[in-house]
């Protein structure tokens, strides 16, 4: 004999509760004070248990939206991303989460945000990087020479409490 499944949450088991409760002839102002319903509720769950049997009672979580991407596409992605950021035009070879949703835009005409780009990557087992992106105009010497002479300088606290604050 197969075992009854038990009620997913407190909400389900009221349900299954008043469908027991009318299977016992209860009548429906009992039923409605016994489980603190309005007596519309009772009804309606008295209607789907009638027509669809007791499955009709049961919790129906709402699907959620449709992936944007097709099971193919999603699958497609890695091989795409193992070609290198370069391969699609960008500078470095890493994956930001806006490059792989330019990349799936250009690819498959899907617009996807770049944060969830981010959790998509997670989910393909390749991690978020931040590409390297340095002026033309650097001055690397001028850069050492900053941080050498002036940052001391800066970095130095007041002597004394007495000092007055820079604020």
């Known amino acids: 004999m197969k075992k009854e499944q038990e009620p997913h949450d407190w ?74 950021a370069e391969a699609f035009g960008f500078r470095g070879q890493v994956w930001t989460g806006r490059r792989v949703a330019e990349v799936i835009k250009r690819q498959f005409g899907v617009s996807y945000h770049p944060g969830h780009c981010s959790r998509l990557l997670a989910r393909l087992k390749y991690s978020v990087q931040k590409p390297v992106q340095r002026a033309s105009q650097r001055d690397e010497a001028a850069i050492q020479r900053w941080k050498d002479e002036r940052w001391p300088a800066l970095k130095k606290k007041p002597g004394t409490k007495s000092a007055r604050s820079s604020l």
């Open 11 to 84: 909400k389900e088991g009221r349900r299954l509760r008043g469908w027991e409760l009318w299977q016992q002839g209860w009548k429906q102002q009992d039923r409605v004070r016994a489980l603190g319903v309005s007596k519309g509720a009772v009804s309606h769950w008295l209607k789907g248990g009638k027509t669809e049997g007791k499955p009709a009672l049961r919790r129906h979580p709402a699907p959620g939206a449709q992936p944007k991407l097709s099971a193919e596409h999603l699958a497609e992605l890695p091989s795409l991303l193992n070609q290198g």
